[in-house]
């Protein structure tokens, strides 16, 4: 889908720093800045899609649509879309130098105030099963969401406040010539002034409170650093550290509660399998291409969407550990350096899809399925039998999870600038896991842009950024024909490992209404075919596992997470630049 993105940014700083005495320094800035974005159309329509492909079940005569298909209106997601974030931002430090220590301390603040209005699916998303149907009106399914009753559209969008306090205070040290040691620590303080609208519907279903928020939530980061400086006439030194780190407040992520409560916007999800016309001898609301004047289901039929978080969520942090070696050779002042890096999760993100439901059964390879009629046809309509249908299936909890890690070790060479000349050449061997990758702005999203056996696990996989092995080098060389202005050459070289994939079933393969079902690969006996499936088709498929190294070496068993990767990248880029005269006396450009 075509959209456009217009976004505006302004910023202005003012910083201030002053030499009291001859060993106490200050530091002051204080600043502010403003964010606006609007997503929008040409013209504003409902979101159409058309499944070219559609089967019927004989058993049932349910219908169910496959690829290709064709996308047509405006993409549901660009309904309403704008943000409006105001910041302020403070900064006051001190310094003080004291013979072998270098005191630093001070305190940071940042404020936002944040305007979401994300009116998704306001003008209706349909999905035919068919062009006969498309021609004749008859949608598969039917998505909408419209203000509830009592409520505004300027009621959808979330309006708070978020003020962030930072505490530091750190000390470097130098007992000796040869070691210095820095250590410090520093506080975070979170508060929120207001709470998304109280659902009571929600929290007696569910157990806990729609309105929790991020408000008083602290964190105490202690951190750690040395570097040793070995006495000798070419450079040698060991440098490391460790400490915990916090990410900023990914704002976006705890805005999804205060739009998504449930209570200011009624979410309507109609299904017709059956393929019936909508309004004929039925409820079932008229197809309308008038994305104002969309025709709402009975009333009863509304759900709400509700996105919540978890009333002991800690932002994400981990713990950062590094120990390094570098060394200068005896060969035309080359570097070697030698590096180790490893990432521990303290308190990662884990989205749960709380409308689920308990499973209704086992399928043959052992994970859950959730089909109102186990072992029956997967249709739209029979996903999540036990689901609580006062809610929307997108309804969603942000918690934590301690799980996942990565490392990375990494070997190099670098030629310092001299003799018109500069190189080097690394190597990086990493390893990366985690559960959810945060991907995306919506809850529904972060929680669905994954790949599982059962939703709702807590289990870490490789990572949508891991990158095995890595090979870069670079060479630059220069020289001065034209008097003073310099001519430069340059090369760089990334080669890497391919991103990892996940290899997933095309359809809902478990009856949780999401096709990120990781795929059983199967042994010969283990599938039955479609009836009158040639010969030929079977060892085509069965071919197809055998030429591929993860699919043939793991049958029998469910695919992993991310566990294949792509082909090997190969990438060079070269740059030339030429130094020319200024517009001003001494100034020279490029």
Same mark, same amino acid.
């Given at each position: 889908?075509?959209?456009?993105?217009?976004?505006?940014?302004?910023?202005?700083?003012?910083?201030?720093?002053?030499?009291?005495?001859?060993?106490?320094?200050?530091?002051?800035?204080?600043?502010?800045?403003?964010?606006?974005?609007?997503?929008?159309?040409?013209?504003?329509?409902?979101?159409?899609?058309?499944?070219?492909?559609?089967?019927?079940?004989?058993?049932?005569?349910?219908?169910?649509?496959?690829?290709?298909? !064709?996308?047509?209106?405006?993409?549901?997601?660009?309904?309403?879309?704008?943000?409006?974030?105001?910041?302020?931002?403070?900064?006051?430090?001190?310094?003080?130098?004291?013979?072998?220590?270098?005191?630093?301390?001070?305190?940071?603040?940042?404020?936002?105030?944040?305007?979401?209005?994300?009116?998704?699916?306001?003008?209706?998303?349909?999905?035919?099963?068919?062009?006969?149907?498309?021609?004749?009106?008859?949608?598969?399914?039917?998505?909408?969401?419209?203000?509830?009753?009592?409520?505004?559209?300027?009621?959808?969008?979330?309006?708070?406040?978020?003020?962030?306090?930072?505490?530091?205070?750190?000390?470097?040290?130098?007992?000796?010539?040869?070691?210095?040691?820095?250590?410090?620590?520093?506080?975070?303080?979170?508060?929120?002034?207001?709470?998304?609208?109280?659902?009571?519907?929600?929290?007696?279903?569910?157990?806990?409170?729609?309105?929790?928020?991020?408000?008083?939530?602290?964190?105490? *980061?202690?951190?750690?650093?040395?570097?040793?400086?070995?006495?000798?006439?070419?450079?040698?030194?060991?440098?490391?550290?460790?400490?915990?780190?916090?990410?900023?407040?990914?704002?976006?992520?705890?805005?999804?509660?205060?739009?998504?409560?449930?209570?200011?916007?009624?979410?309507?999800?109609?299904?017709?399998?059956?393929?019936?016309?909508?309004?004929?001898?039925?409820?079932?609301?008229?197809?309308?291409?008038?994305?104002?004047?969309?025709?709402?289901?009975?009333?009863?039929?509304?759900?709400?969407?509700?996105?919540?978080?978890?009333?002991?969520?800690?932002?994400?942090?981990?713990?950062?550990?590094?120990?390094?070696?570098?060394? *200068?050779?005896?060969?035309?002042?080359?570097?070697?350096?030698?590096?180790?890096?490893?990432?521990?999760?303290?308190?990662?993100?884990?989205?749960?899809?709380?409308?689920?439901?308990?499973?209704?059964?086992?399928?043959?390879?052992?994970?859950?399925?959730y089909w109102k009629t186990p072992g029956g046809a997967s249709i739209s309509g029979d996903a999540r039998a036990n689901q609580d249908k006062r809610f929307s299936g997108t309804s969603t909890l942000l918690t934590n999870t301690h799980k996942g890690r990565a490392e990375a070790l990494t070997l190099s060479l670098k030629k310092p600038f001299s003799e018109n000349w500069f190189g080097?050449?690394?190597?990086?061997?990493?390893?990366?896991?985690?559960?959810?990758?945060?991907?995306?702005?919506?809850?529904?999203?972060?929680?669905?842009?994954?790949?599982?056996?059962?939703?709702?696990?807590?289990?870490?996989?490789?990572?949508n950024y891991a990158i095995k092995q890595r090979l870069n080098a670079s060479l630059t060389w220069q020289h001065r024909f034209f008097g003073d202005y310099v001519t430069s050459v340059s090369a760089f070289y990334d080669g890497h490992s391919g991103q990892p994939?996940?290899?997933?079933?095309?359809?809902?393969?478990?009856?949780?209404?999401?096709?990120?079902?990781? !795929?059983?690969?199967?042994?010969?006996?283990?599938?039955?075919?479609?009836?009158?499936?040639?010969?030929?088709?079977?060892?085509?498929?069965?071919?197809?596992?055998?030429?591929?190294?993860?699919?043939?070496?793991?049958?029998?068993?469910?695919?992993?997470?991310?566990?294949?990767?792509?082909?090997?990248?190969?990438?060079?880029?070269?740059?030339?630049?030429? *130094?020319?005269?200024?517009?001003?006396?001494?100034?020279?450009?490029?």
């Open positions: 889908y075509w959209y456009t993105k217009n976004s505006d940014t302004k910023n202005t700083v003012l910083q201030v720093f002053d030499d009291w005495t001859g060993n106490f320094s200050t530091e002051a800035k204080i600043g502010y800045s403003q964010f606006s974005q609007v997503r929008t159309v040409d013209t504003q329509q409902p979101q159409v899609w058309v499944d070219l492909g559609m089967s019927v079940d004989p058993k049932t005569g349910k219908q169910k649509g496959s690829a290709p298909f !064709i996308d047509l209106g405006e993409d549901q997601f660009s309904h309403y879309n704008v943000l409006d974030i105001k910041t302020w931002k403070g900064l006051f430090a001190g310094t003080l130098y004291l013979d072998e220590h270098t005191i630093k301390g001070g305190v940071d603040f940042q404020q936002n105030k944040i305007y979401n209005l994300f009116g998704r699916t306001q003008f209706g998303a349909y999905e035919f099963y068919g062009i006969d149907n498309f021609e004749k009106g008859i949608y598969g399914s039917y998505n909408l969401y419209q203000p509830a009753s009592g409520y505004t559209l300027a009621d959808v969008a979330a309006a708070w406040t978020l003020r962030q306090y930072g505490f530091f205070l750190q000390d470097t040290w130098q007992p000796t010539g040869n070691l210095s040691v820095q250590y410090g620590v520093r506080v975070n303080l979170n508060k929120t002034g207001n709470k998304p609208i109280y659902n009571p519907t929600f929290a007696t279903a569910f157990g806990y409170r729609n309105d929790n928020t991020i408000d008083g939530m602290k964190l105490v *980061e202690p951190r750690l650093s040395f570097n040793y400086n070995f006495d000798g006439d070419r450079m040698m030194q060991v440098r490391g550290g460790v400490g915990l780190f916090q990410s900023n407040p990914p704002t976006v992520w705890m805005t999804n509660p205060y739009q998504n409560n449930g209570m200011t916007v009624a979410t309507y999800s109609v299904f017709n399998d059956q393929g019936l016309q909508p309004g004929v001898g039925n409820t079932l609301p008229v197809f309308s291409p008038n994305p104002f004047a969309q025709n709402l289901p009975p009333p009863g039929s509304a759900q709400m969407n509700v996105d919540t978080i978890d009333p002991n969520f800690q932002l994400p942090s981990v713990w950062k550990m590094s120990l390094a070696f570098d060394r *200068e050779l005896p060969w035309l002042g080359t570097i070697f350096s030698a590096e180790y890096q490893r990432i521990i999760t303290r308190n990662g993100i884990l989205y749960k899809n709380i409308n689920l439901g308990a499973p209704t059964g086992i399928l043959p390879d052992g994970r859950n399925q080097s050449v690394g190597v990086t061997f990493g390893n990366a896991t985690e559960v959810n990758p945060g991907t995306s702005s919506q809850a529904s999203s972060n929680y669905s842009n994954s790949a599982w056996v059962n939703p709702n696990d807590d289990v870490a996989s490789t990572s994939y996940s290899w997933t079933f095309g359809n809902d393969a478990n009856g949780d209404s999401y096709r990120t079902d990781l !795929i059983y690969i199967p042994n010969k006996g283990d599938v039955s075919f479609k009836a009158n499936t040639s010969q030929a088709v079977i060892d085509q498929f069965f071919n197809f596992i055998q030429s591929d190294s993860y699919l043939k070496d793991h049958q029998g068993a469910i695919a992993g997470r991310n566990r294949a990767a792509s082909a090997w990248v190969n990438q060079v880029d070269l740059s030339f630049r030429q *130094e020319v005269p200024g517009i001003f006396k001494g100034n020279k450009g490029e």
